[in-house]
């Protein structure tokens, strides 16, 4: 994970309480090292050099209880994105639910090619936030919606990656909130393009990066006829403290392994690139707001606003806690 402590920014290993931070800066230097980086991406292009010595130091902060006296409470810290910036944020469409309800509220049937290929788009790497503040100009109010869903982060690069070897590119797994403008979104994808305004105004990922050896014990098989992990990670979404959606990380259709053969088909992936799964079932209030109008079709729409608080949480995911703030 990425924090800020004592004015400075550092990169840490998180404690399996979740109550305590180690500083891998604070911790190399006890030890007479140094570790040079405060950035995920940066460590993950430029830091192999450094890969045995962090993994040595995880295993003896997590198995042989070292390093206490240098571990800082989390609650002391102030936790950012993992990154200031990715290399690229590529965005899938993995629930077939999600899917399904979307076109569903524009009077479509489901689409066949759903199950031919997974789909992704390309959204703005430059406008990715951490926990704290999302601020939102005028019209990008107007429907204003949150999406829950789960990233991952590439730790190799590779080109034509298969899907039965691409979980191996996986460096680890985050929460992502694909903050949406429907009234933006609505109108553009009306000329079979984007979404682009719609979204690129900010995504928020963290609070930390859980890798995949420490998600082993939710493992489950992929859906049939696929390929790749899964894990049956339960997610939740809560809007001003009241929960508004759940679902689990195996509800994905496509697993993040097809996902990624097809992103780097023809093309070169590299560290640092950033992959979300789509929305999970019921993650939106696009979604929400569909269901109960067609039990009731007088039934008002619920949208967020400035001041409105959003809390993401997944299993071993931690929980990622944004506020709507009204832009000068």
Known sequence: MRFVW???VHLGILDRSHQFVLSLRLASEALGRQFPFSDLVDYLREGKAYEGWVEWIGRRYHQG????ELQIPY??????????RPVSLRDGYAFRQHVEAARRNRGLEMIPEFDQFPVFYFSNALAVTGPGPVYVYGRQQEKLDFELEVAVILGRSGRNI???QADAYIFGYMLMNDWSARALQMEEMKLNLGPAKGKD???SLGPWVVTPDELDAYRVPPPHGHVGNAYQIALQAEVNNSPVSYGYLSDMSWTFAEILERVSYGVLVEPGEV???????TGCFLELNGHRRREDPTAPETWLKPGDEVLLIGQELGSLHN??????
């Open 6 to 8: 004592q004015n400075q």
């Open 65 to 68: 209880g070292d390093f206490g």
């Open 75 to 84: 609650v002391s810290v102030r936790v950012l994105a993992p990154f200031e």
């Open 162 to 164: 298969p899907a039965h």
């Open 201 to 203: 105004f900010a995504t």
């Open 275 to 281: 992959i979300g799964s789509g929305t999970v079932g």
């Open 323 to 328: 506020y709507l703030l009204q832009a000068e």
